[in-house]
T-cell receptor, first 113, second 108 residues
Framework: DSGVTQTPKHLITATGQRVTLRCSPR?????VYWYQQSLDQGLQFLIQ???????AKGNILERFSAQQFPDLHSELNLSSLELGDSALYFC????????????FGEGSRLTVL | KNEVEQSPQNLTAQEGEFITINCSYS?????LHWLQQHPGGGIVSLFM???GKKKHGRLIATINIQEKHSSLHITASHPRDSAVYIC??????????FGTGTRLQVFP
């Protein structure tokens, strides 16, 4: 158990819909990272938050947004969903940025029909 | 060309064999991670390196910053080592780039 909790584990929805994925980091970790893993693209970095503030942005679509709350949990919002958004979405946390060990959640599997 | 290249893409081995997976990168980095992903999907961080060498049980990871290269070695491989091994680098402060992964199968 990494200590990182992601919900929901599985989600099936339709095109055009909006979903929210939630991540609770390991106790004491200030950084939260979001990643997308699709069959054809591998793992892609989406966005990182550190202590409530956006720290780095990767290949995140404009239809996607995220935030980190004062209690350090984070949410990834995916809107106007398309078939190609079907993927595993991972959250990871670390104590600090870039040089800290990463702890991954089990992922949220999103299926868009 | 990907900024992070792994080789080989696929690897099969007999139990007990010594295994090496290589990772080359083309950007300046602050740290490199080796990750393990089992068929169920979960990802575990094996090592974080910024220089030198680290060892944990049968796993050894090395990095050469000047040559922009890292290797992951598995000694006395076992079927339970079967997984996808992913190299990932932190560059430009907090952006993480992943390699495409090496799929390892170890047969008894």
């Amino acid at each position: 158990d990494s200590g990182v909790t992601q919900t929901p584990k599985h989600l099936i929805t339709a095109t055009g819909q909006r979903v929210t994925l939630r991540c609770s980091p390991r106790s004491g970790d200030l950084s939260v990272y979001w990643y997308q893993q699709s069959l054809d693209q591998g793992l892609q970095f989406l966005i990182q938050y550190y202590n409530g503030e956006e720290r780095a942005k990767g290949n995140i679509l404009e239809r996607f947004s995220a935030q980190q709350f004062p209690d350090l949990h984070s949410e990834l919002n995916l809107s106007s969903l398309e078939l190609g958004d079907s993927a595993l979405y991972f959250c990871a946390s670390s104590v600090a940025s870039s040089t800290g060990e990463l702890f991954f959640g089990e992922g949220s599997r999103l299926t868009v029909l | 060309k990907n900024e992070v290249e792994q080789s080989p893409q696929n690897l099969t081995a007999q139990e007990g064999e010594f295994i090496t997976i290589n990772c080359s990168y083309s950007v300046g980095i602050s740290a490199l991670h080796w990750l393990q992903q089992h068929p169920g999907g979960g990802i575990v961080s094996l090592f974080m390196l910024s220089s030198g060498k680290k060892k944990h049980g049968r796993l050894i990871a090395t990095i050469n910053i000047q040559e922009k290269h890292s290797s992951l070695h598995i000694t006395a491989s076992h079927p339970r080592d079967s997984a996808v091994y992913i190299c990932a680098v932190f560059y430009n402060t907090d952006k993480l780039i992943f390699g495409t992964g090496t799929r390892l199968q170890v047969f008894p």
